[in-house]
T-cell receptor, first 114, second 110 residues
Framework: NAGVTQTPKFRVLKTGQSMTLLCAQD?????MYWYRQDPGMGLRLIHY???????AKGEVPDGYNVSRLKKQNFLLGLESAAPSQTSVYFC?????????????FGPGTRLTVT | KNEVEQSPQNLTAQEGEFITINCSYS?????LHWLQQHPGGGIVSLFM???GKKKHGRLIATINIQEKHSSLHITASHPRDSAVYIC????????????FGTGTRLKVLA
């Protein structure tokens, strides 16, 4: 049981390049989230999904797209990377049936855009 | 004003000291979470609270729902406790989203 995994762990992009971050969970969780973490700002929600085939915008969605084609995977795409997207990206998942919806986090992806 | 406020932002302590980190929130919640993040590391859940107090080893978390306040205590602190501690709340409306504080960076010196 690997929990929540993220691929890749590190990436350097040039401005304008595109990439996809993969999040996978093996806990059969319905809900999945993508966050970015920047110094002094805490974690901010980019996009989230409440089930296979559904996605929704979070607090800072601009410049990102997501897809949830399979329940266990949640992909975050950057179509044209910008230096402002340099950040650490965390994926998380949670399950219904608990009123507090405890979230389980992946190890993070450190992205640098030059 | 942020919906979840933590204090202090930074904290340096000597090994063995008793440490308190505070979290105040302004929204109705279904639960409050304390998370730990070591430098360069992932995020781990320490506690999930909806009332009262919980203890795990040297860590104690308390919550006062009426005052909308929670504290995380570390007894007999150790350098391996050095990390960022993050408070997050699950909104009472039952949404699946967390509202995060900006974190408290703790450094424990040997």
């Amino acid at each position: 049981n690997a929990g929540v995994t993220q691929t890749p762990k590190f990436r350097v992009l040039k401005t304008g390049q595109s990439m996809t971050l993969l999040c996978a969970q093996d806990m059969n969780h319905e809900y999945m989230y993508w966050y970015r973490q920047d110094p002094g700002m805490g974690l901010r929600l980019i996009h989230y999904s409440v089930g296979e085939g559904t996605t929704a915008k979070g607090e800072v969605p601009d410049g990102y797209n997501v897809s949830r084609l399979k329940k266990q995977n949640f992909l975050l795409g950057l179509e044209s990377a910008a230096p402002s997207q340099t950040s650490v990206y965390f994926c998380a998942s949670s399950y219904p049936g608990s009123s507090s919806y405890e979230q389980y986090f992946g190890p993070g992806t450190r992205l640098t855009v030059t | 004003k942020n919906e979840v406020e933590q204090s202090p932002q930074n904290l340096t302590a000597q090994e063995g000291e008793f440490i308190t980190i505070n979290c105040s929130y302004s929204v109705g919640i279904s639960a409050l979470h304390w998370l730990q993040q070591h430098p360069g590391g992932g995020i781990v859940s320490l506690f999930m609270l909806s009332s009262g107090k919980k203890k795990h080893g040297r860590l104690i978390a308390t919550i006062n729902i009426q005052e909308k306040h929670s504290s995380l205590h570390i007894t007999a602190s150790h350098p391996r406790d050095s990390a960022v501690y993050i408070c997050a709340v699950s909104h009472r409306s039952g949404t699946y989203k967390y509202i995060f504080g900006t974190g408290t960076r703790l450094k424990v010196l040997a």
